[in-house]
């Protein structure tokens, strides 16, 4: 039917033909007015229809509205409709085309798409949210203490120009949800002072979750959060504005990113979050990008987790100095300090503003440095001065070459180092060259000093080795370096001397500069006299030690079983018991002499008394041995080696031989070593130790 809506503005009633179905008001034109008031009723806009309102708008009484056109207003809007304003889905348009206007009522509206397409700042009262878009364009959304909620999660669901963005106070926010893992913008910022910096938060999977968003213009320190407090890797935390970020769904990390003007906010190279241990605490390495102003700088946070609490907040680490271990200085040496290049200020204990600080006493030194990003660090070093040690090794010199000098460093306890290798105190030099030493006393200071000695060649005097000459005979000695001065120890002062007798005979020969000298011992001999000991005490092993007077040369041992020998002192293993005779030669030179003694020798395991013919030659053998026997009925003939095991056996002996007989046996086939005969004749037997070689 054909009715009429009531459009209120001030204290008059207007009536605008509508079409009324139940409470659906359907207006097919535009209206333009100071109030509109939906009081109750049920408006549907269609496509492409726009509602201008020269003032407010207010919903009261469960009015709605299905909007698919646009309603714009330079008021302000309040709804208290006991609902969201709109039904259906409404994908319309509200646009605000006031100034300053306010978002006001008892219950929240959900827009579609939203738009602020005028400058000024736009107060909201109560909660809002956007179905749609949110085109901030270049007004300021002052959330004050509630929240905008943007549940459209496509990337440009928040829209801005140049100037845009959402403010918000202590409890309001900017709230998105997302469901990529693309970067979303939250375009916040502050009105007094008039400060823009947007956070961007890119979720690291593509899990449906939801940030809310807000940029605190003032110092953390106002809002419980003091900047002083903060671990030791932070040296300073932003005191003008910080973050608050609140992850209310999803519980994912997020790549969080914070812009920043480098000249209005200063130099930071890191962010903060506040803990409830409490204190601000150092997130780790951002990423970092740099630009020159206007265009924002920022930093990243890789995968951060945890965004409770809520508070982010630019940082500094500030730089690293060290001006070095406390230490000690040897005097009259300097020591540079410098804590690096490239500050922006430095400050030295003495006052002085340089970088770097040369000093040469004992004492506290301290530098305080401003750095790039803001930060003031200091660092403090001990130096004690020591004063190093004067060696001094002597003036330069020269000595013969056959002389030593002796050199002493000094400083007794030090830790010495010379060039010839030595690690005492003082060495001795022989030869002369260029000699140093670096010493090291308690407290680590270093003395040095170098000598140069030149050698001045000596003599050289070779009387030749010690010899030996029959009684009789004359020795002539020869010094040779012709033209020099000669002394012998005979008190001779020629270069050659005749000796015949025995004696050490020493001659110096001097060139008026530098002397050599040089030994000759020469034994005048006579015929040897010849001797020996013999030591049993291991037979059959037997030590023989030569006792002969006349000291021989040469040496000829016979130990009486077919060994010999031409050493001094031998020794000798006899294979069979017996009495041997030991004859010794001896030999000086100048003559022989000859001396026989007996020994008598017993052999462990000869018990049985040895037939009355038992031959086993040639031993020792390199090849065939041939055993006799005779007086005795022989059995069997065995060859053992050391290790007891039978190499060789002749079987039982047939009555031929059974009371004398030889056997030949073939040893070519042994390697070199020590066998034993065992010849078992009449329940006995007997044992012979034969020798392959």
Known sequence: MIGAAEIKTGTAVFRVPVLI??????????????????????????????????????????????????????GDWTNNGGNSFFVNGSPGKVVTAGINQLILGSDPTSFYDFSLDSTGTKLMGTDASVDGTLHLWNSILNTNAVFMTVYNTALNAVQRDTAGFVASLINGALIRYMDSTLSYEFPVGGISPLRYRPIELRPTANIPSAFRVRMANNSPTNEGFPV?????????????????????????????????????????????????????????QPVKVLNAPPVFSSMKIPGWIGFSPTPFALASTGSMIFLGNDTTLCTPDSLMLSPGPGFQSYLWSDSSSGSSLTVDTSGTYFVIIDDSSGCTISDTILITAVVSPLVNLGNDTSMCSNDSLLLDAGYPGSVYTWSTGATTQATSVVGGGTIFVDLTVSGGCHGKDTIVITPIQAPTVNLGNDTSVCLGDTVLLDAGNAGLTFLWST???TQTINVTSTNQYIVTVDDGT???????????????????NMDTSNSPLVQFTD??????????????????????????????????????????????DTLQRSLIITVPGFGAEIPVVLKAWPNPTSGNIKVEWGGIFVDELQISDVFGRILYSSGKMDGNQLNSGNLEIDFCQYSSA???LVVKAENKCFRRKIVRI
């Open 547 to 592: 006792v002969s007077s006349g000291l021989p040369i040469s040496w000829s041992w016979n130990f009486g079983d077919g060994g010999t020998s031409a050493f001094k002192n031998p020794s000798h293993t006899y294979l069979l018991p017996g009495t041997y005779t030991i004859t010794l030669i001896v030999d000086n030179g100048c003559g022989k």
């Open 674 to 676: 020590t066998y034993t």
């Open 21 to 74: 179905v139940a409470f659906l008001v359907w207006m097919n034109k535009d209206g333009f007015t100071q109030l509109f008031t939906i009081d109750g009723a049920s408006i549907f806009l269609q496509s492409g229809t726009t509602i201008y309102i020269q003032g407010d708008i207010l919903n009261q009484n469960g009015g709605t509205v299905d909007n698919s056109g646009t309603i714009a207003f330079t």
């Open 514 to 532: 530098c002397d050599a000298s040089d030994t000759i011992q020469v034994n005048v001999l006579q015929v040897p006299v010849a001797a020996f």
């Open 228 to 284: 002083f407090i903060k671990e030791n890797a932070l040296c300073k935390v932003n005191n003008q504005y910080f973050h608050e970020i609140r992850q209310i769904m999803g519980g994912i990390a997020s790549d969080l990113t914070m812009y920043y003007d480098t000249t209005a906010d200063g130099n930071f190279n890191t962010m903060a979050h506040w803990q409830n241990i409490p204190e601000w605490q150092y997130m780790g």
């Open 491 to 493: 008190n001779a002062t």
